[in-house]
């Protein structure tokens, strides 16, 4: 729920870059692109096979003119470039060019699109290793769209060997759906490291953009909304309810697509709400001012105190710290709400 550049310490244009180099620049001997391992090899390979299919051939054309300007574009651009792209690509060829938009929940591709797709092969950059080397870069710990369910590398084993494998990203989740975009496939800023359920269960296919939903490298959640609970003296966690106010103008399609709400009033997340709740219910500045007059010297400051708890609560003390708690957001805010931040 923040922005994933917020988080790290890395320059992300500059991993971009290098993914781009990762994905093309391998060659053979004769000094030309590798049909496999070389995504540069790869669209020329097929650019051959689609010879006597003149829009096919116009595609590929455009993706490997000017030193591969346009492909490098797709690679390494930021998510409003990624807008800008889908626009002109839209514009050159037709929008049923590559996919056929059934509803806002799924899209299917066209012969060629699948194609497309394959070229671009995303599979093939799924199981090397920089998907998790990325991650690393990335440090998170929560799905940013959720900031629920963790977010982690896991290493697979050699069942014949026994030895540990590359580690692998858990999951990755295409902000623009591939069944919609598959020359997006291996776009840097369009791969989102996200749990199961919000990729996978919820996200699916649906038409996600920049002007709908948040990407985490394109905009911070936490800037735009806030948690409240409707009340700060519930006699039991059964009684919270938790709700989410705008503080700027923006639709809650990011709310209602990874079912926020519904699955933040779970009973899990309300009982962490409560304990937090009780436990910091009579730590309000007001009160704890009023403590400290009547027994001088024998208490620390509210400040130094609180900061203690907050964080022994998992509380992040500032936004930089969202992504690092497990529900860091919504503590965050009724922290604030509670007037303890």
């Not at 529900?327 to 805010?333: A, C, E, N, S, T």
Request: glycine fraction near 4%.
């Amino acid at each position: 729920m923040v922005k994933i550049d917020d988080n790290t310490t890395v320059e992300l244009d500059e991993l971009a870059l290098e993914h781009y180099t990762f994905l093309t620049f391998k060659k053979n001997a004769n000094g030309f692109y590798k049909k496999r391992e070389s995504l540069i090899g790869r669209i020329q390979s097929q650019l051959i096979l689609d010879i006597l299919f003149p829009q096919r051939v116009r595609f590929w054309t455009y993706l490997l003119d000017n030193d591969f300007e346009n492909l490098k574009r797709i690679i390494i651009s930021r998510p409003d470039e990624l807008q800008t792209i889908i626009s002109d690509i839209d514009s050159e060829f037709g929008i049923n060019f590559l996919s056929n938009d059934v509803s806002y929940n799924s899209a299917t591709l066209n012969d060629f699109g699948k194609i497309v797709r394959d070229v671009i092969s995303y599979e093939w950059y799924r199981n090397t290793d920089k998907p998790a080397f990325h991650f690393r870069q990335f440090n998170i710990n929560y799905c940013p769209y959720c900031n629920k369910d963790e977010v982690q590398n896991i290493q697979k084993i050699d069942l014949v060997t026994g030895y540990a494998l590359t580690n692998r990203l858990y999951q990755l989740d295409h902000f623009y759906p591939r069944s919609r975009y598959p020359y997006l496939s291996l776009s840097f800023f369009n791969l989102i490291p996200g749990c199961s359920t919000c990729n996978a269960t919820l996200k699916g296919e649906k038409d996600f953009n920049i002007t709908t939903h948040f990407n985490p490298f394109h905009k911070s959640f936490d800037e735009h909304f806030k948690f409240y609970v409707n009340s700060i003296i519930p006699n039991d966690s059964s009684e919270i309810l938790i709700s989410v106010n705008n503080l700027t103008t923006h639709d809650e399609n990011q709310i209602v697509d990874f079912d926020i709400l519904d699955r933040y009033n779970q009973g899990a997340t309300r009982d962490i709400l409560y304990d937090l709740i009780n436990l910091f219910k009579h730590r309000s500045p007001k009160v704890q001012r009023s403590l400290l007059s009547q027994f001088k010297g024998l208490a620390g400051s509210v400040e130094l105190s609180n900061i203690t708890l907050l964080n022994s609560q998992g509380v992040p003390l500032g936004p930089e710290q969202i992504n690092k708690k497990h529900l860091g957001k919504i503590k965050r805010d009724v922290c604030k709400q509670m007037k303890l931040l």
